[in-house]
């Protein structure tokens, strides 16, 4: 039951992933690194957890979730599960853009093969 609704879901699950990661990591450096004392990681934590930011990463995550339960109701996981590998180009890819992270040769290898990886899994 492959119609084209069934990769809109799956697009939207890429999309919400890659959104809720970037957003988290883009306010946590706002914030600094995560306190010692117990006490200082709750207060810490909470801060977080209000950040209306950090809740939309929440909401995206949660949304991820309903669209691959609605991409599982028409592809098959062993088709659909191998596109989850774009959310490690897109995060690498926007981390860059985004949040002015250090790409490496290494990073780059990584990214290539696991386009090659889909490709091969996606054509043969």
């Known amino acids: 039951m492959n119609d084209k ?3 809109l879901y ?3 699950t890429i999309i919400f992933t890659v959104y809720g990661q970037l957003v988290i ?4 450096q706002k914030y600094g690194m995560l306190p010692v004392e117990l006490r200082d990681k709750i207060v810490f934590l909470l801060k977080l ?3 209306p930011y950090i809740l939309s990463g929440f909401i995206a995550a949660f949304l991820a ?3 691959w339960m609605a991409t599982m109701t028409k592809l098959e996981i062993s088709f659909a599960y191998p596109f989850m590998s774009l ?3 897109l995060v690498l890819l926007f981390s860059v853009i985004v949040l002015n992270e ?3 040769i290494g990073k780059i290898l990584g990214v290539l093969f696991i386009v090659l990886g889909l490709i091969i899994m996606v054509r043969f």
């Not at 990591?25 to 946590?28: A, G, H, P, Q, V």
């Open 10 to 12: 799956l697009l939207l």
């Open 87 to 89: 959310n490690f180009v």
């Open 49 to 51: 957890f209000l950040d």
């Open 5 to 7: 609704s069934s990769y």
């Open 102 to 104: 250090v790409i490496t």
């Open 25 to 28: 990591k883009w306010r946590i």
């Open 65 to 67: 979730s309903l669209s």
